[in-house]
């Protein structure tokens, strides 16, 4: 069983399963799974200051700026339900963001306690989206679409590993959803023993 008190931010390639993982999580844990699509979505139906700057930029098909971003993680992250831990999904995805992030969890005193990279290549990448398509009987592009996503990933993302250095831990992404998450869940539990909570 993982400590009680788990801050994570949850890193990999798209494809990796990171959703999935860190849903199971929150429900175990009783901590908030903190995905910004979801908040920036969340923020949008709320009607607040930031969220409808955000889901004008959207709506326009732009990207939302970090300012805005770290805004919105801001006002998520003061929520009570995040007080005892969270699970942050899909964000940073730069070091500029993570630099960021970084000084925003220095300034609430409430710095992750863990970060997890859940580890796929490409090839691995690809039976995946094969699997699913074949499944679901899809001929659209999406392998096209996850390919330019994992290109992406490669470029921008996978630097923050190099950013946080020996802060992450590495977690085989390869497997059943249950081997993943037993692989997960060992990593959280040693690097929670080690770290300090509060």
Do not use: W
Not at 135 to 158: C, G, H, I, K, P
């Amino acid at each position: 069983m993982v400590e009680p008190m788990v801050r994570l931010i949850l890193l990999g390639p798209p494809g990796a399963g990171k959703g999935t993982q860190a849903a199971r999580l929150s429900t175990e844990l009783a901590i908030p799974h903190v995905s910004t699509g979801v908040i920036l979505r969340d923020a949008a139906a709320e009607g607040t200051k930031l969220g409808l700057k955000a889901k004008e930029i959207m709506d326009a098909g732009r990207l939302v700026s970090d300012d805005i971003m770290l805004g919105i993680i801001r006002d998520r992250l003061a929520h009570t339900d995040c007080a005892d831990g969270f699970i942050l999904d899909g964000f940073p995805r730069t070091i500029p963001q993570a630099e960021a992030l970084d000084r925003l969890l220095a300034e609430v005193d409430a710095p992750p306690v863990v970060l997890a990279n859940l580890e796929l290549g490409e090839d691995e990448l690809r039976q995946r989206i094969e699997t699913r398509r074949s499944a679901d009987q899809r001929s659209d592009d999406s392998e096209d679409t996850m390919l330019r996503r994992f290109q992406v990933y490669q470029e921008q993302t996978r630097p923050l590993l190099d950013y946080y250095g020996e802060r992450v831990a590495a977690i085989e992404g390869r497997g059943s959803i249950d081997d993943v998450y037993r692989r997960l869940s060992t990593a959280l539990r040693e690097m929670t023993s080690k770290e300090p909570t509060g």
